[in-house]
Every structure is written in structure tokens, then in C-alpha cells.
Nanobody
Framework: QVRLVESGGGLVQPGGSLRLSCTAS????????WAWYRQAPGNERELVAS???????NYADSVKGRFTISRDNAKNTVNLQMNSLIPDDTAVYYC??????????????WGQGTQVTVSS
């Protein structure tokens, strides 16, 4: 069974930065493509960024140039560096394996997530 533990969220002012981390167990981490997702109140869960097992990355248009996803296969960890945060980034952030976009809303195996709040 896959276990995901996200951390690093918090309250930050607009323009600030946060670094999220996710540690995974129960899966062969190094061969798995990973992603960060987020869900704001009243919205569906959406893909924020993804990284393949080879290190190729992809980002939602709304976070390009501000967020950076990375992975550490030795530590079974996937990270999300978030800079220049704006209030619209406020959400609960989750990591998970890369899920086909059409299945994100119906997928039901998630960790507890970490709350990010951007507010002055």
C-alpha cells in the first residue's frame, strides 16, 4: 500500500515562498512519475506540476516560472519549490503518482495533504 506524507505548507504573504516535501513509501519510487496537485475550496483537484522518472518536468500554466518540482530518489521524496506566491495559490496541496487528467477527480487514494494559505 502506498503511503504519502506531505509537509511544508503554511501561511505566507503574497510574494513569499514555500517549499513542500512529500515522502512516499510502499512503491518503487525511482521508476514512478510523480506530481503535485492542489484543491482550493469549491474547486476540483488539479494538476500543478509533474516530473517523470527521468527528471522531465511539466507545469500548469498558472504556476510556470514560479514553481519548481524536483525529486530525490535516494530519499523517496518529491519537492515543490513555490516562489512569488499569490492568493490564488491558496489550496491544499497533495503529491501522488502522475494520474491521467481525466481520472484526477475520481482518484481516491490520497495523503492528508498540506495547507498553503497566501494572504496579507
Amino acid at each position: 500500500q502506498v503511503r504519502l506524507v506531505e509537509s511544508g505548507g503554511g501561511l505566507v504573504q503574497p510574494g513569499g515562498s514555500l517549499r513542500l516535501s512529500c515522502t512516499a513509501s510502499g512503491i518503487i519510487f525511482r521508476i514512478t512519475p510523480w506530481a503535485w496537485y492542489r484543491q482550493a475550496p469549491g474547486n476540483e483537484r488539479e494538476l500543478v506540476a509533474s516530473i517523470t522518472n527521468g527528471g522531465s518536468t511539466n507545469y500548469a500554466d498558472s504556476v510556470k516560472g514560479r514553481f519548481t518540482i524536483s525529486r530525490d530518489n535516494a530519499k523517496n521524496t518529491v519537492n515543490l519549490q513555490m516562489n512569488s506566491l499569490i492568493p490564488d495559490d491558496t489550496a491544499v496541496y497533495y503529491c501522488n503518482v502522475q494520474i491521467p487528467s481525466m481520472l484526477i477527480t475520481s482518484y481516491n487514494d490520497w495523503g492528508q495533504g498540506t495547507q498553503v494559505t497566501v494572504s496579507s
